[in-house]
């Protein structure tokens, strides 16, 4: 009964491949997110979807594509990965666009890719 | 850009004394505040919200003040416990529009 799951939690891979991160909600939301969070604890958004439709788009290099297949699903998929890239990735789900005290952002569990 | 910064990248208190986590911002648009709560190996984690009508918030032992003209927002832990331990954030949301964007991270550290 997990509200915001990711798969996988963590991701190991070699410079210039070529992975992808999924992440479902089962809170019957219309907007969901990504974000980096950097060694240093830095976290910030990258995307962000509202009913498929892509709302937040951040200066992220275009290798990172998200896809949504639906309102519950936001996945991550990134091309010819960099070093650089090595972080931890959080999916997040709100029931609106619009943060406020009744959009609260759920965070999912995150995942670890390490780019070697 | 415009940033969301804290004083304090750790703070560490002994279980049951009161503990004050400070947030600077730069964009006096800001509308709205949060603070959330990030414990190791897991996402955040939402505890208190605050909007720029207001200058204090409480919640279950946490309040937040916020003081527009010197653009500060704080955390006010009361009594603080173990599982209070974990990194937190302050998030603002700027101009009404879609996006958080988060401070660095205080780190608190709750002794015995």
């Known amino acids: 009964d997990t509200a915001v799951s990711q798969t996988p939690k963590y991701l190991v891979t070699q410079m210039g491949n070529d992975k992808s991160i999924k992440c479902e909600q089962n809170?019957?939301?219309?907007?969901m997110y990504w974000y980096k969070q950097d060694s240093k604890k830095f976290l910030k958004i990258m995307f962000s979807y509202n009913n498929k439709e892509l709302i937040i788009n951040e200066t992220v290099p275009n290798r990172f594509s998200p896809k949504s297949p639906d309102k519950a699903h936001l996945n991550l998929h990134i091309n010819s990965l960099e070093l650089g890239d090595s972080a931890v990735y959080f999916c997040?789900?709100?029931?609106?666009?619009?943060?406020?005290?009744?959009?609260?952002?759920?965070f999912g569990p995150g995942t670890r890719l390490t780019v070697l | 850009g415009e940033n969301v910064g804290l004083h304090l990248p750790t703070l560490s208190v002994q279980e049951g004394d009161n503990s004050i986590i400070n947030c600077a911002y730069s964009n006096s648009a800001s509308d709205y505040f949060i603070w959330y709560k990030q414990e190791s190996g897991k996402g955040p984690q939402f505890i208190i919200d605050i909007r720029s009508n207001m200058d204090k918030r409480q919640g279950q032992r946490v309040t937040v003040l916020l003081n527009k003209t010197v653009k500060h927002l704080s955390l006010q832990i009361a009594a603080t416990q173990p599982g209070d331990s974990a990194v937190y954030f302050c998030?603002?949301?700027?101009?009404?529009?879609?996006?958080?964007?988060f401070g660095k991270g205080t780190s608190l550290l709750v002794t015995p």
């Open positions: 809170l019957g939301h219309d907007t």
């Open positions: 997040a789900s709100s029931q609106a666009r619009a943060p406020s005290s009744y959009n609260e952002q759920f």
């Open positions: 998030a603002e949301n700027r101009d009404s529009g879609y996006a958080l964007n």
